[in-house]
């Protein structure tokens, strides 16, 4: 496909390339049509250019990128990263502008804001302030905001003692994300509940954000700062006997898959698994089929490289924290399997709505949630939403004034299925769902994690009461 237009630098060339890719293929056009924001509109540039001549311009690319959320719906890792290298040579020559910087850092935010929480909540609620807070920061007017936590989960778990090491085993090593550490910080606060009522010692290790909402938005030296950081900390953590588990999907999306990509191609790791001379050895994809593909080395060395966003971080360290890391969902049903979770669940009588988003559908561990609910006594669970649904609410995409709209109609299909399914309350994993259902939706919204520990504390009541 030739091109004829669409800017010179290195990042609008990217995004190009991009676009005359997905055209010349075209899979998308009506794969992701309804649950991606990028697709629709690259394919409606693409139309025009072809149909009226129209050249596609460097502000059009630029826009364009900004709608990929990196949910990993769609079928190609290597476009949606093609996507995020884009926009990280855009910051890389231009900088970032402050509103997406405010938006994008989402630990720095939380820590500020949680300095003084009152005074956030007091100054926020003054519609002139709050207004103008959103104009700043380049929110739409109409976003709700959540309200800042009297006491993050960091200061929390360092009243309890949970930064010292604990001494009896079995312990684990919990990572909480920003999202949960600073503005949902009962979420976190339940995983450590939930790990206490199952005899697990917790360890809440120092930690930086994922490196996420950075990655998103170009900022590559903030999210390899962090990541690093996490590496080094948990990866020494998980050495000396924790297990590692984490309850935001996207962290551990980040953590388990993205921090690993491209890693098995590099020498260190070919070196490791005794690769011969003109062999290149690929772990097989699934947990149950154990082994490798093997594939010549002298077709495949150049495509096949550790080439990828993290390349910079030692590849065997990246592969064994991605093996290490587990989802809170997968790690209670684990503990199920092998007959050591506790069932003593007291009784709620409700009917959720489950949600799995898609960075937890990405990581390719099922749906661990919807079966331990299910344990819980009086509780019907029902699912809210099928594998290409979408939230719309894309990280901080959802609060960009430009992307509202956008965010609120992507949503909509989704949100009418949890209507029909006549809920009590609504269950996801997913922060950046919870604020849109928040946002669009009459019911209460939890973490499994919530449910779960509140069932516990409910049958430890009843125990009692006995
Ligand atoms: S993302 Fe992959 S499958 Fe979809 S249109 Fe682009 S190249 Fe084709
Ligand atoms: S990762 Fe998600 S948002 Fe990005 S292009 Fe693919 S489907 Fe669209």
Redesign the pocket.
Known sequence: MQTNSGGNTTSEKVIRS?LD?????????F??DECCLL?PELYRLYDEEKEHGRPIGEDELQRLSELCTLCGL???PD??MDVIRGKTERVRRKGMPMSIRLLADVQRFGRLSTLAPKAFNRILSFPPVCSMAKKVAGIHSQRKLPRIAGENFFAWARRQGLDRKPHRSPKAAYFAGCTAGYFFPEVARAAVAVLSFNGISVHVPPQQCCGMPTLLEGDERTTLERVRFNLEVLLKTARTGYDLVCSCPTCGFLLRILLRENACYSDAYQKSVNATADEIKIPAASAEHKGFIRLKKSMYHKILTDDGYFHELNPLERIALSESVMDMGQYLKRLHREKRLNTRFGRIDSRAAYFAPCHQREQGIGRPYEKLLQLIPGLTVVSGGGAMDCCGMGGSLGFKKDFHEASLNLAQPLMRKIQAADPTVVITDCLSCRLQFQHMLPFPVFHPLELISQAYELGRDEKEER
């Open positions: 991009v890719g997905c055209a010349d293929c075209d899979t998308c056009r794969l992701m697709f769609c079928p190609c476009i949606r």
